[in-house]
């Protein structure tokens, strides 16, 4: 796991995005890196998503991992990264992933 940054741990601390899984809404979360981009997590704030702690573990269901991935680029875009988010990270096609995550779990039904 890499570790986050201090400046993000405070901008996670004042979110209260943060407090409930995104997943189950549930309380006793962990921090999940839902984004991986050249074999690393993405430490970035919208790549990193509350998760309840029994599903935050080394290898989690698939439709897990792929809601989580899919909520932080909901909230990528509702943050306005979407653009840098392809300058920053240009080798991987973020509109080909959003699409096929939407066709296969439709649209989030919280929104940011």
């Not at 741990?9 to 407090?19: A, E, R, S, V």
């Not at 509109?95 to 066709?103: A, C, H, M, S, W």
Request: charged content about 30%; some cysteine; aromatic content about 10%.
């Amino acid at each position: 796991m890499r570790p986050i940054p201090e400046k993000i741990k405070k901008q996670i601390n004042k979110d209260p995005f943060y407090n409930v899984c995104c997943i189950t809404g549930s309380t006793g979360v962990s921090i999940e890196h839902a984004q991986i981009y050249a074999g690393k997590q993405i430490s970035d704030l919208w790549a990193l998503v509350p998760l309840r702690r029994d599903l935050n573990t080394s290898h989690p269901p698939k439709e897990v991992k792929d809601k989580c991935k899919l909520i932080s680029l909901e909230r990528a875009k509702a943050m306005g990264e979407w653009d840098n988010i392809k300058k920053k990270y240009p080798k991987k096609d973020w509109d080909q992933e959003y699409n096929f995550l939407i066709k296969t779990y439709g649209k989030p039904k919280r929104s940011w």
